[in-house]
């Protein structure tokens, strides 16, 4: 009775000092992310109370800025101090970099436990693995040739299907800025020029042309009369924006689509989240449709949490992270609200709008038929110092008295030095 009492009692204290541990090891995750716009936040949001369920508090580290530029500049000198943030918000190239510098954990054994093989696609995990070894938990699916346009003005323009190719494209710009309309709701800055780039590079030279140019970084693509045409597109697009657009937040640019003052944005599909935050609805008060001449093509990006090397303490808390992030239910959740699609391939498409629909059908038939390619904008196609050397190019080009000709050549030579 005596023998039996104290193990009860050593079991029960055993116990207790184990969930004492546990408690305190899963206690919170500090998270680095770009998350800060009313769509962002409200994403961001679903995964902060998946956490705070589990007894996991959040400590918030935004940065502001797409591309994620701004925040890993601020994830270096953290690093450099030698005290990581627990996760990071982060692009492909750059999850390869951090990777090989040591500095991320190896989340092999759970994703062992969870099957991540199986469910994540290989196009994902080439960036969410380093060295065979799973190193981030894969969030979404976005993809940058998106169109966003207003429902409304596209009515008043007798505008009743989305344009199908460039000149319709151009077409329906036009009739836009006829009646008024800033035609192309844009923000002047270098992440978003590029992300225009993304779409009119594979409207002009198809995905063949793209993937030579954009991810071989092939000198003759690069400097090629397509490329030409490319810039000589871009300049065409400078036209329809705003004066006030230079340096303007994406978020902003996709609210004066909301508020019916512009016709149409060129942006990923993180843009879908402002409209849905605003209470609109595809379909009825804004219409989605791929950039004119990139149909059934797709460049993606994905948002991964990088895991980072942290004490002991903070391990149970990190994996705890990752398992949420990569849980079916969670995926449906946060996706519909961000705008993006699963990052696995078993969600069903439910709970989706038409528009999330639609990107989770045109994933799978670009998959299928070779047409899926990562985004140079957003970090998929090369590493960071190339897509930092182009952007310099696009936004020059963009903004100043720069011939095509010229941007041609400044690439060429821009890719080429950055290598
Ligand atoms: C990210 C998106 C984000 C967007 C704008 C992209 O690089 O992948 O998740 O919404 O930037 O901040």
């Not at 101090?81 to 954990?105: C, H, K, R, S, Y």
Request: aromatic share 8%.
């Amino acid at each position: 009775m005596m023998i039996r009492m104290f193990k009860t009692t050593a079991i029960a204290s055993v116990l207790s000092l184990a969930l004492t541990a546990g408690a305190q090891a899963a206690e919170e995750v500090e998270v680095l992310h770009w998350w800060t716009s009313g769509g962002e936040a409200k994403a961001l949001n679903v995964l902060k109370e998946d956490l705070e369920s589990q007894g996991i508090a959040w400590k918030d580290m935004p940065i502001a800025g797409g591309g994620g530029t701004e925040a890993m500049t601020v994830l270096r000198s953290r690093v450099a101090a030698g005290n990581p943030p627990t996760a990071v918000q982060m692009l492909g190239f750059d999850i390869q970099d951090w990777a090989a510098e040591g500095a991320t954990a190896n989340l092999d054994e759970l994703a062992g436990a969870e099957k991540w093989d199986e469910v994540v696609p290989a196009a994902l995990q080439r960036f969410s693995k380093y060295d065979g070894h799973w190193v981030a938990a894969p969030v979404n699916v976005h993809s940058t040739n998106w169109v966003w346009a207003n429902k409304k003005v596209m009515d008043e323009l007798g505008v009743t299907e989305p344009p199908a190719d460039w000149d319709g494209f151009i077409k329906f710009l036009d009739a836009a800025k006829a009646k008024g309309y800033t035609a192309l709701a844009h923000g002047g800055q270098p992440w978003q020029d590029a992300t225009i780039f993304d779409g009119v590079v594979l409207a002009t030279g198809g995905a063949d042309f793209y993937k030579k140019s954009m991810i071989d970084l092939d000198p003759e693509a690069l400097g090629s009369d397509t490329m030409k045409t490319v810039f000589d597109r871009m300049k065409q697009l400078r036209g329809y924006v705003d004066e006030n657009f230079s340096g303007r937040d994406w978020n902003l640019a996709s609210a004066m689509v909301i508020e019916s003052k512009a016709a149409a944005q060129i942006m990923g599909d993180w843009a879908k989240g402002e409209f849905l935050n605003a209470g609109k609805k595809p379909g009825e008060d804004f219409v989605c449709f791929r950039v004119p001449g990139t149909q059934g093509m797709v460049t993606f990006n994905s948002d991964q949490f990088v895991m980072f090397k942290v004490g002991e303490d903070k391990q149970a808390a990190q994996n705890a992270m990752a398992k949420a992030v990569m849980s079916p239910k969670f995926q449906s959740a946060f996706n519909v609200v961000k705008g993006s699609v699963p990052a696995r391939t078993d969600v069903p498409n439910e709970a989706f709008d038409d528009c999330g629909k639609k990107g989770m059908a045109d994933l799978a038939e670009a998959a299928k038929n070779d047409t899926l390619m990562g985004s140079m904008a957003h970090g998929h196609s090369a590493p960071a110092a190339v897509k930092n050397a182009m952007y310099d190019v696009i936004t020059n080009h963009f903004n100043n008295e720069v011939s095509s000709a010229d941007a041609v050549e400044q690439l060429v030579n821009a890719v080429e030095g950055a290598q």
